[in-house]
């Protein structure tokens, strides 16, 4: 069995508000094994994204703690990459090509060459090899998230967290990218740790499922997958029915 890269343990995350402290999430224990995808799972505002956010660095617990490859997590690092459920995350004023090539010249010190070949090199890994000159501007929804999943990959994480990246897109090409996604990381060997709230999303993409609870968010369970990749349909529809079992308690 694959290693522990990310434990969790007893996490407590707090904002303050104008009324005090508010909890988001209580208790939360888990770990995510190397090269797994595994996926957060719950009702909007148990906490998801919060979680995210305290995994990438942006947040720190007031209570338990992190680790990451045996290492306290205490901020943001180039182990971990994160992409958001919004469209504007790329640079306006740079191509396709430029926005994937800018991170590796400035996060792993390559040559202008390097920086390019090694870009172009994950833009057709996500079929935009014809769009490499086009701005953001230029790019449908769908496209822009395909750039930032490549900018992402090509910078080698450990872990890739994403925080419902498909969400505001159509259906179809949803399920395009999802089955992209699920491609890229079998070649990529990469971690994944994947933030929805759609029960279909979660048994597709997700090797093991943690199902929260209603905030503050709680562990309720974690469901093994056996229908990950949508190998099986009868299978599928089973986990899901676990899935939501499981939330409604």
């Known amino acids: 069995m694959a290693q522990d890269l990310l434990r969790m343990r007893d996490v407590a995350l707090t904002y303050e508000t104008p009324r ?42 007031a209570r338990g703690s992190i680790e990451l490859a045996g290492r306290p997590v205490r901020g943001p690092g180039p182990d971990r990459v994160v992409v958001f459920q919004e469209f504007d995350q790329l640079l306006p004023w740079r191509t396709v090509l430029g926005n994937v090539a800018y991170p590796l010249r400035v996060a792993r010190g390559m040559t202008e060459p390097q920086a390019r070949a090694e ?3 994950f833009v057709r890994l996500v079929g935009l090899e014809d769009f490499a000159n086009t701005h953001p501007h230029q790019l449908s929804g769908g496209m822009k998230q395909r750039v930032a999943i490549a900018r ?18 159509d259906g179809i090409t949803r399920h395009r990218l999802q089955e992209d996604l699920l491609a890229l990381l ?8 994947f933030v929805t709230h759609s029960v279909e999303e979660a048994v ?3 090797d093991r499922i943690l199902v929260l609870t209603s905030s503050p968010g709680k562990v309720r369970g ?28």
């Not at 079998?186 to 740790?193: D, E, G, K, P, V």
């Open 186 to 193: 079998q070649s990529a060997r990469t971690t994944l740790l």
């Open 152 to 169: 992402s990959l090509a910078l080698s994480p450990r872990m890739l967290l994403m925080d419902e990246p498909f969400a505001s897109l």
């Open 20 to 61: 005090g402290a508010f909890t988001a999430v209580d208790g939360v224990s888990f770990s995510v094994r190397e090269e797994e995808r595994f996926v957060l799972f719950g009702p909007s505002g148990c906490g998801k994204s919060t979680l995210l956010q305290a995994m990438a660095g942006f947040l720190q617990p």
């Open 119 to 121: 870009a172009l090199r």
């Open 204 to 206: 597709l993409l997700g």
């Open 222 to 249: 974690v469901i093994e997958n056996s229908a990950s990749g949508g190998r099986d349909s009868a299978s599928a529809a089973q986990v899901q029915r676990a899935v939501q079992e499981l939330l409604a308690g």
